[in-house]
């Protein structure tokens, strides 16, 4: 069974950075995508970051673009999301994902499983 747990939320000022993990386990493909998606309270989930387990490959909503950074250990099924410039606006509760596929979009549906969520709060 393939489990994504989060980690790393919690609050934080404006401005401040946070690092947020997500660790995989239960599958034995070799190729997948990690993907970020969040939630605010009264909004639609958006899509944040993904990345490529094979080539590394990654894609940045605009809203998150020179703050943001992903990355991966392979070696610990673990992807990181390290939050830099945190805004008020970035609070949500923050979701990783796995999809088979990797695409440079942000596509929730094409994500199969999902991690409980972890809250991220930024406060002005």
């Known amino acids: 069974e393939v489990q994504l747990v989060e980690s790393g939320g919690g609050l934080v000022q404006a401005g401040g950075s946070l690092r947020l993990s997500c660790a995989a386990s239960?599958?034995?493909?070799?190729?997948?995508?990690i993907g970020w998606f969040r939630q605010a309270p009264g909004k639609e989930r958006e899509g944040v970051s993904c990345?490529?387990?094979?080539?590394?490959?990654?894609y940045y909503a605009h809203s998150v673009k020179g703050r943001f950074t992903i990355s991966s250990d392979n070696a610990k099924n673990t992807v990181y999301l390290q939050m830099n410039s945190l805004k008020p606006e970035d609070t949500a509760v923050y979701y990783c994902a796995l999809s088979r596929v990797y695409i440079a979009a942000l596509i929730g549906g094409l994500y199969d499983y999902w991690g409980q969520g972890t809250q991220v709060t930024v406060s002005s």
């Open positions: 990345i490529s387990s094979s080539d590394g490959s990654t």
């Open positions: 239960g599958f034995t493909f070799d190729d997948y995508a």
